[in-house]
């Protein structure tokens, strides 16, 4: 058998890698500079021009983070907030963009536009309005404050919306033949098949929670309710930044974001081209 001029010249990869791994090195490069840069000391830190590698490698960021700053407990309650936010995320931004997706009932595209219409309002805008119903219901300085606002989203709503859309109805028409009930249709049938929507949803929740320093610097003053990012701010000063500190409390608040990113990086990927039946 003769072999083509095609199968011959043949790759092992796509020429797209040609384009993709040198714009992936450029993302990776400031991570891998912030990663090295916790373990400098502090001559490396200051010095100018700075350094890539470091001259000896220091663990006193890591060290003065545990004794110096409360990182276990600002790691507790951004582990606190992030979680209440995936689960009200899951939880009502499904149900909502169930219902707006399939349910039938008075103003439902007039509510959904409008919903979706608040995306287009500038997060700053929200603030002093946040704050001041925040404070009549004696929520400012608690736990409550950074975790409400969380709960749920118009983003949210509308992207479970869409995927709810994509998903053929004869899945919903056969659990009804079935005796399933409408809750039961979505909660047995429709809800197992939004795993990968749920997946990138819970993903940009976190990221968005475990991320959120703007509320938190305005409705926490507490330091013991101090999120990472807001405990993490102490460390920057007009006049002087602990850089060792700094670098070890990013690098300990990132880790778990790329955990989680790769845990669910299939999902994340099969939102854009899941299908709710096969063959």
Same mark, same amino acid.
């Given at each position: ?5 095609? #199968? ?13 791994? =040198? ?7 400031? $991570? *891998? ?7 400098? @000391? ?6 100018? =021009?700075?350094?890539?590698? @470091?001259? &000896? ?23 606190? *907030?992030? #979680?209440?936010? *995936? ?11 169930? /219902? ?15 919903? *979706?219409?608040?995306?287009?309002? @500038?997060? +700053? ?7 001041? $119903? ?27 919306? !869409?995927?709810?859309?994509? $998903? ?38 976190? $990221? ?7 509320? @938190? ?13 807001? /405990?993490?701010?102490?460390? !920057?000063?007009?006049?002087?930044? +602990?850089? !060792? ?19 669910? !990086?299939?999902?994340?990927?099969? &939102? ?8």
């Amino acid at each position: 058998m003769a072999v083509t001029r095609a #199968t011959k010249y043949k790759v092992p990869f796509s020429l797209w890698h040609f384009l993709l791994a =040198p714009t992936a090195l450029v993302f990776v490069i400031p $991570l *891998v500079w912030m990663i090295l840069t916790s373990f400098m @000391p502090d001559t490396d830190i200051n010095r100018f =021009p700075p350094r890539f590698w @470091p001259s &000896t490698f220091s663990v006193g960021g890591y060290s003065g983070l545990w004794t110096d700053s409360h990182i276990v407990l600002w790691f507790r309650n951004t582990l606190i *907030v992030s #979680t209440a936010g *995936v689960l009200g995320h899951l939880a009502l931004c499904s149900l909502a963009g169930y /219902g707006f997706a399939r349910l039938k009932f008075y103003g439902r595209n007039m509510g959904f536009f409008l919903m *979706v219409g608040t995306i287009m309002v @500038p997060t +700053q805008l929200l603030m002093i309005p946040t704050f001041i $119903l925040f404070s009549k219901f004696g929520a400012i300085n608690t736990m409550a404050a950074p975790i409400i606002p969380w709960l749920t989203s118009a983003f949210g709503v509308f992207m479970m919306r !869409q995927f709810f859309l994509s $998903l053929p109805r004869d899945l919903e028409d056969a659990g009804r033949l079935d005796g399933c009930s409408q809750f039961g249709v979505f909660w047995h049938i429709i809800l197992p098949l939004a795993k990968p929507a749920l997946a990138t949803l819970a993903i940009f929740t976190l $990221l968005g929670t475990w991320n959120d320093l703007i509320w @938190p610097l305005i409705s926490i003053s507490d330091e013991k309710l101090y999120t990472l990012q807001l /405990g993490l701010a102490n460390f !920057q000063g007009t006049r002087r930044t +602990q850089w !060792q500190l700094l670098m070890a409390g990013n690098v300990v608040a990132t880790l778990p974001l790329l955990v989680a990113f790769l845990a669910a !990086q299939k999902q994340f990927v099969a &939102t854009m081209t899941f299908s709710g039946m096969k063959g």
